[in-house]
């Protein structure tokens, strides 16, 4: 079982920088793949970035690439999502997910979901 708990989302303008965290209970953390999903308002959950347990691969949507940087530690049990140069269309509730395919980058492949943490990017 593994529990998530997402923090650090908040109001930003146009260019800006947050970074979220994701901390993470459970002895295990360090042999799941740990993912970013954002939903926007009337759209449905989407990838985000992954981190993989093994070799920490990452990937990225095509719409983060170069702005979005995830990273984790395994010693602290959390997962981080750095987000620069950040843009309206960022705007959604961000969710932490933890599964235990090497690299998922569908929902189905989580089996563990933080509640979420907002993030606003204003114009």
């Known amino acids: 079982q593994v529990q998530l708990v997402e923090s650090g989302g908040g109001l930003v303008q146009a260019g800006g920088s947050l970074r979220l965290s994701c901390a993470a209970s459970?002895?295990?953390?360090?042999?799941?793949?740990m993912g970013w999903f954002r939903q926007a308002p009337g759209k449905e959950r989407a990838f985000v970035a992954v981190?993989?347990?093994?070799?920490?691969?990452?990937y990225y949507a095509d719409s983060v690439k170069g702005r979005f940087t995830i990273s984790r530690d395994n010693v602290k049990n959390t997962v981080y999502l750095q987000m620069n140069s950040q843009k309206p269309e960022d705007t959604g509730i961000y969710y932490c997910a933890a599964g235990q395919s090497l690299a998922g980058k569908t929902r189905a492949e989580y089996e563990y979901w933080g509640q979420g943490t907002q993030v606003t990017v204003s114009s």
């Open positions: 459970g002895r295990t953390f360090g042999r799941y793949a």
């Open positions: 981190i993989s347990w093994m070799n920490s691969i990452t």
